[in-house]
Every structure is written in C-alpha cells, then in structure tokens.
C-alpha cells in the first residue's frame, strides 16, 4: 500500500526559499480549529492536541481503506481585531486559526464519522468544535524564516518591502507553516514558512 505523503509530494506547497517571493497556491482540505490567546498558551496548547488526534483519526481510517497518509504539518492563520499592528497588540489577545491540511480524498462524511469517534475516546470535548473547511489562498508572498518566532518581525519587513516593490496589498491572513518541532529542534534552527496572501 502506497502512502501519501504531501510535505515530501507537493514541493509548491511544502518548500519556500529565504528570500521572499510571490508564488499562487490552489485549493485545499484542511481541519481547522480558531482561538484567541498567545502562542503556546493554555488556549492554543489544548487547540492543537484536540486537533492531532482528530488527523491521525481520519488517517486511520482511510488506512483501513487502504489509503494510507502521513499527517502533514501544523499550520496557523493570524489576525488581530485591531486597529493597532498586529506586534503592538498584547499577545494574549492575538487570534488564531490552527489548521492540519487533508488530503483531496479525504470526505466530509468520514470526517465527521472520526471527530465523533475520536472526541468520545479522548473524552476532549474540544474535539467537537474542529471544522473541515476547503479554501484557495491564491496568490502570496512566501519565504522561509529561520530562527526563533521572536526574530520572525525581521523577515516580515522582506515580505513588505517585495510587497512595496510589486506593488501589491494584503488580501487575507497572515499563514505560518511550521516545519519544525520547536520541542526537538534549537530555536537558531528552526524553520517555518511565513506566507502573506497579496493582490
């Protein structure tokens, strides 16, 4: 049985270089779960292992269906509702919207079979809330930011001054994709995916 595994199968997606660029992205699954809160607080923190163990509970059961996938990487759209910049907002009341992409296969019926299944066996009432959502992002600026979240204001200024140059203009949410495990890998290394939506 052959395993799909779309970090290493969709290079577009998956791949970014460190210095910005504009690039045009499809339309995708992905199971989503939104929030306010800091980075790595309490909220977030339950969001993501309420949405974990969801995907590996779709992945299960298409493996039964003999159509096995690796789960892919943790994602977040971010926002503020503000008239301040996102950075001069107190972190506490940033917004999010955590995701994990599916991949085309993957059905609204079974993904609604699972969540069920899966939020009993966890007893996490949290579980519920997760959404199956499709959206195209469109065109954007991506680049790939290495070093610690805190440094991530410095490759943002790229992403604008190539926005400034293209003359271009935000058309959607800031969207971060995490390459790394911030638990295994030294905040020097590690490596996440900065992508703005422009028109």
């Avoid at 059961?61 to 503000?82: A, H, I, R, T």
């Avoid at 066996?121 to 809330?129: Q, V, Y």
């Avoid at 001054?161 to 790394?180: D, F, V, W």
């Amino acid at each position: 049985m052959n395993k799909l595994d779309l970090v290493k199968t969709d290079k577009n997606y998956y791949k970014a270089r460190t210095t910005p660029e504009v690039r045009t992205y499809g339309s995708h699954n992905y199971l989503s779960i939104s929030g306010q809160g800091a980075p790595g607080g309490d909220t977030f923190s339950a969001a993501v292992e309420a949405l974990y163990p969801l995907a590996y509970g779709i992945k299960k059961v298409y493996k039964q269906g003999e159509m096995d996938f690796g789960v892919p990487k943790l994602e977040g759209l971010w926002w503020v509702d503000s008239e301040l910049p996102a950075l001069e907002v107190p972190r506490e009341e940033w917004c999010w919207k955590l995701l994990i992409r599916m991949p085309d296969f993957v059905e609204q019926d079974q993904f609604e079979n699972a969540r069920e299944l899966v939020s009993v066996k966890k007893k996490n009432e949290l579980i519920k809330t997760i959404e199956f959502e499709r959206f195209e992002e469109g065109k954007a600026i991506q680049v790939l930011h290495v070093g610690p979240y805190a440094t991530e204001p410095e490759t943002i200024a790229k992403m604008n001054r190539l926005m400034a140059e293209e003359g271009l203009t935000e058309n959607g949410l800031h969207h971060e994709i995490y390459l790394s495990d911030p638990r295994r890998v030294a905040p020097e290394k590690m490596k996440t995916i900065l992508r703005q939506p422009v028109k």
